[in-house]
């Protein structure tokens, strides 16, 4: 069985770990993004979705290394794995899946529900 000081400083290790990743892959996406703007003008479909589809995932990249940002800001307070929300302890089980996670799985359930209703095809976190 773990402390909580170990599992807080085993979920930092993953969280500096992920953010390296992310940055890494944010950079190689930006790169591209950033090459395929000199090519010639008349660039068919192929091309253009394939860049919608890196700026999609340049942006769900760029909110993961801020969730990444604030677990670690939360780690430091000493007010990690806390509900962020309510103020209740975010389940272990979640945050072993998703150590980013600043929501107990009742508040993300409740804050997607509501997003939901406001953009209609918003996708599930977990
Ligand atoms: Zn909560």
Redesign the pocket.
Known sequence: MMTNAEFIEKERARLLNDMEQVNAELKNLRDLMQSEVDIEPDEGDAEVFEREKNAALIAVLERRLKDIETALRLIEKGEYGI?T????P?EPERLEIKPDAT??I???REVERLNRRNRPQRQIEW
């Open positions: 509900c929300r309510c103020g209740k975010i929501l107990c009742e508040c993300q």
